[in-house]
């Protein structure tokens, strides 16, 4: 079971920018970051959980279309860690953002694979 933390929120402006990272840990022996995908997710008050992103075993990278051309998803397997780069954020993106994990097979990655394991999260407010 993998132990996911995340980090990097904050107060921004809008039309600010941020990234947050999620760093894995409690690999089993013999695997590393590229055997799983990794979402990132997020939750406004009284708001259900939103998808946003998914990065998949091989790379390929998929966005909710609230986020696409204004978040962009990374991985660094050397340290364990997956990005989220967010561009131009607006006040609608203030959230908690969680990432979670899910030990695929597949090549490609959806928004709607079966992640589990959610870090604690990372608020991020985007308030002038």
């Known amino acids: 079971q993998l132990q996911l933390v995340e980090s990097g929120g904050g107060l921004v402006q809008p039309g600010g920018s941020l990234r947050l990272s999620c760093e894995a840990s409690?690999?089993?022996?013999?695997?590393?970051?590229?055997?799983?995908?990794i979402g990132w997710f997020r939750q406004a008050p009284g708001k259900e959980r939103e998808g946003l992103s998914c990065i998949s075993t091989s790379g390929q990278t998929n966005y909710a279309g609230s986020v696409k051309g204004r978040f962009a998803i990374s991985r660094d397997v050397a340290k364990n860690t997956v990005y989220l780069q967010m561009n131009n954020l607006k006040p609608e993106d203030t959230a908690v953002y969680s990432c979670?994990?899910?030990?695929?097979?597949?090549?490609?990655?959806?928004?709607?694979?079966?992640?589990?394991?959610w870090g604690q999260g990372t608020q991020v407010t985007v308030s002038s």
């Open positions: 409690g690999f089993p022996s013999g695997y590393t970051l590229d055997y799983y995908e």
């Open positions: 979670a994990y899910f030990r695929s097979t597949s090549w490609i990655c959806k928004m709607e694979d079966p992640f589990h394991s």
